[in-house]
């Protein structure tokens, strides 16, 4: 109870600046606390997220509760249930604080109707897309943790924006019924945090099949924070310099290089590899998105198009109406193409372990110059390249922060590894960060 009320405290406080939170839920927040010390009172522990105060993205079912996914349109919208994510973090004792805002319908851009999150480092930067308010609530201490949707980057650019730790798990791993839906065979659920660690904690108690999404994989769900000090000696970490430094911002390089030498120094063999191509992937990203996402909106788009953003570049409008001019044959090539990316990547990962990488080729993006890159379609596809191709693979990512640029911004780096790996991304991870500090470091203290 008292490190609930500790965080509502400072929601009050903080939060009418940075707008991370669509709704906060002191009173849902406080019976589960007490529920939290009573059971540990009782002697029944649930686990490592027992009595922690977490919030989810406002895209997440929540029973009574308002789930807009950051579209007026849906402002009125209440569920009866919660989605299966929801359930199974209450189930493991944790503590929802409310729900967290984010760009209109999980897409690119916010509604023009709502307060935008701001990035707690320097308002006038990026937070992130679409998991906006996760990576800022994280970051600012509103939360402990949060839970974040990644559809072509969306867990990974607010994390690095926001300087903190976002796990991306495989798709399937983690239930997507309850939560509203972008793109859904793009779509991955997974838990934002500050340290990889906590993301290991959080995976496992969200983590497994479940019947109301057919779509879940059954694989069995380890405990992934159980080999959490085995350290990186020995492991495979790939890295391809073309790839991970060309057309990529200076700071970020530097810091990618300092990534790889503090895993080397810890006993990872580095080895130079060649990621396949994934031009064709990146292109295609917003066409098979945009198809998906007017199936998805197809009651309300285009009959209450008015109720939507305008239709432009980096809105879900605009994204809706270039998937309504692809084609099948379009839409096939995306498919083999999107087959060809993934086996040749499955086929890396029979060398190494790892995959190290760029979050974002940009360091110091502001409001505006992201506002701009929606404008540029060649400069939104570079910006895309680390984020988009493992989307369509569907591989599980870590994002870690890694240093500061000159001006103060977070900088970041992405681990990728095999399908159902995450034990190893979060292992590793940790070790990265048993090494440095940079996810120590806080805004707004």
């Given at each position: 109870?008292?490190?609930?009320d500790a ?6 406080q903080?939060d009418?600046?940075?707008h ?10 406080r019976?589960q606390?007490?529920?939290a010390?009573?059971d540990l009172?009782?002697g029944?522990?649930?686990?490592p997220?027992h ?6 993205k ?6 009574g ?7 007026p ?11 299966t ?5 209450a189930d493991?004792?944790?503590?929802l ?6 760009t ?13 999150p701001r990035?707690?480092?320097h ?6 897309a679409?998991?906006s ?8 201490g509103?939360?402990?943790g ?5 559809t072509?980057g969306s ?8 300087g903190?730790?976002?796990?991306k798990p ?6 997507r019924h309850g939560?509203?839906?972008?793109a859904?065979?793009l779509?991955h ?6 340290s990889?660690a906590?993301?290991g ?7 497994g099949?479940?019947?109301s ?7 069995p769900?380890?405990?992934y924070?159980?080999d959490l000090?085995?350290?990186?000696r ?9 790839y991970a430094?060309d057309?990529?911002d ?10 790889r ?12 590899v060649?990621?396949p191509d994934h ?8 066409s ?33 109406e270039?998937?309504?001019t692809?084609t099948?044959i379009?839409l096939?090539?995306i498919?083999y193409a999107?087959?060809?990316?993934g086996g040749a990547?499955?086929?890396l990962?029979?060398d ?9 080729p940009?360091?110091?993006?502001t409001?505006?110059r992201?506002?701009a890159l929606?404008?540029?379609p ?11 191709p493992?989307d369509?693979?569907g591989s599980p ?9 000159a001006?103060?911004?977070p900088?970041?780096?992405?681990l990728v590894?095999r399908h159902l790996?995450e034990?190893?991304?979060?292992r590793?991870?940790?070790a990265?960060?048993?090494?440095t500090?940079?996810h120590r470091k806080?805004p707004?203290?």
């Amino acid at each position: 109870m008292e490190l609930t009320d500790a965080l509502l405290d400072r929601i009050a406080q903080v939060d009418p600046t940075l707008h991370a939170y669509a709704t906060v839920t002191p009173e849902v927040a406080r019976t589960q606390a007490r529920r939290a010390d009573k059971d540990l009172a009782e002697g029944r522990d649930r686990g490592p997220l027992h009595g922690i105060p977490i919030a989810v993205k406002d895209i997440c079912n929540t029973a009574g509760i308002v789930t807009a996914a950051g579209m007026p349109i849906h402002a009125s919208h209440v569920p009866d249930f919660d989605a299966t994510v929801v359930k199974r973090l209450a189930d493991a004792g944790a503590v929802l604080l409310g729900k967290l805002q984010l760009t209109e319908g999980a897409f690119a851009k916010h509604h023009p109707g709502i307060a935008v999150p701001r990035n707690p480092w320097h308002a006038a930067y990026y937070a992130g897309a679409s998991s906006s308010g996760s990576g800022v609530a994280t970051a600012a201490g509103l939360a402990f943790g949060a839970i974040g949707s990644d559809t072509g980057g969306s867990i990974r650019f607010p994390a690095a924006a926001n300087g903190i730790t976002g796990l991306k798990p495989t798709w399937g791993r983690v239930s997507r019924h309850g939560v509203f839906p972008l793109a859904p065979s793009l779509d991955h659920i997974g838990p934002m945090t500050r340290s990889a660690a906590d993301a290991g904690a959080m995976l496992g108690a969200i983590a497994g099949h479940d019947p109301s999404d057919p779509t879940t994989l059954v694989a069995p769900v380890p405990d992934y924070l159980a080999d959490l000090d085995k350290g990186v000696r020995g492991l495979r970490v790939g890295i391809d310099l073309s790839y991970a430094e060309d057309g990529v911002d200076a700071d970020i390089v530097g810091a990618l290089r300092d990534a790889r030498r503090v895993l080397e120094d810890q006993g990872a063999v580095i080895r130079d590899v060649r990621v396949p191509d994934h031009d064709a992937v990146t292109a295609a990203w917003g066409s098979l998105a945009g198809v998906e996402t007017g199936i998805v909106h197809a009651a309300t788009y285009p009959a209450r198009s008015s109720d939507y953003g305008p239709p432009a570049s980096g809105t879900i409008a605009g994204l809706i109406e270039h998937g309504r001019t692809v084609t099948a044959i379009d839409l096939m090539n995306i498919h083999y193409a999107r087959l060809a990316f993934g086996g040749a990547l499955a086929a890396l990962f029979r060398d190494i372990d790892l995959l190290l990488i760029p979050t974002q080729p940009l360091a110091d993006f502001t409001v505006a110059r992201e506002a701009a890159l929606f404008t540029q379609p060649d400069e939104l596809g570079a910006f895309l390249r680390f984020a988009a191709p493992f989307d369509m693979s569907g591989s599980p990512t870590l994002t870690l922060p890694c240093g500061f640029t000159a001006r103060g911004l977070p900088l970041s780096f992405q681990l990728v590894s095999r399908h159902l790996d995450e034990a190893l991304l979060v292992r590793a991870g940790h070790a990265y960060q048993q090494a440095t500090d940079w996810h120590r470091k806080q805004p707004l203290r």
